[in-house]
């Protein structure tokens, strides 16, 4: 497309040229986009609309998780959304109350309960990064004096579900055997199996 470009008054000042100019470069300009803006809609079959900003997101808390199986062994399944949607902070209550009847219901000494509620209260896995080595639950435990300052966290090779298990049916707690259950303090699953690498993620093919 060829366009031309014509002065009719040649009688006018440079300025005034240049200005004219100016204003017929513009209009070209504004013709060229929108022919632009008419193809690639064509093109593309969809209408060329304003750019709107997005709206605001709302994020909801479908689950939670840190202590494994401190809400599918201690609290019944309709109570599991509840907790799944708290906070740590404010469910430790309500899981305080479940832990202690659950261990009512199964015929267990309180002492057991009362150890599960300072170690796993609130529904946090805490680290100490001060120290260079540790085990599972060692920040907790060291609070409540039974072990020295260590990491905590959890490793790899680490069985929490067992752990779990032999705290609540089994005598690990000050080696009280009333009321176990030996038949329950394991799930039968050694963290074994796992196949870890020195580099991230550090799980390698299962076995």
């Known amino acids: 497309m060829e366009i031309l470009l014509k002065m009719k008054d040649w009688n006018l000042s440079l300025s005034e040229k240049v200005q004219q100019f100016r204003v017929h470069l513009l ?3 504004s013709v060229l986009i929108l022919l632009v803006a008419s193809a690639c809609g064509a093109s593309s079959g969809t ?6 900003p997005p709206a ?3 994020f909801v808390q479908l689950e939670r998780l840190a202590v494994p199986a401190l809400i599918e062994l201690f609290q019944d399944f309709a109570d599991h959304d509840q907790s799944n949607r708290a906070t740590p902070r404010a469910d430790a209550g309500f899981q ?3 832990i202690r009847s659950f261990f009512r219901a199964i015929g267990r000494p309180q002492a057991i309960a009362d150890l599960v509620v300072a170690v796993t209260l609130p529904d946090v896995v805490e680290a100490d990064l001060s120290q260079p080595a540790g085990a599972y639950f060692g920040v907790e435990l060291a609070g409540a004096g039974v072990v020295g300052p260590n990491f905590g966290g959890r490793r790899l090779r ?4 067992d752990v779990t298990l032999q705290v609540v049916f089994g005598d690990l707690v000050h080696g009280i055997t009333e009321g176990q259950i030996p038949a329950l ?6 963290p074994e199996a ?11 093919s299962p076995a």
């Open 96 to 98: 305080e109350l479940a």
């Open 47 to 52: 209408a060329i609309s304003p750019i709107t």
């Open 158 to 161: 680490d069985d929490p579900v």
């Open 27 to 29: 209009v070209m300009v």
């Open 185 to 190: 303090t394991s799930d039968n699953v050694s």
């Open 56 to 58: 605001a997101t709302t």
């Open 194 to 204: 796992i196949r870890d690498t020195n580099t991230f993620p550090y799980l390698g």
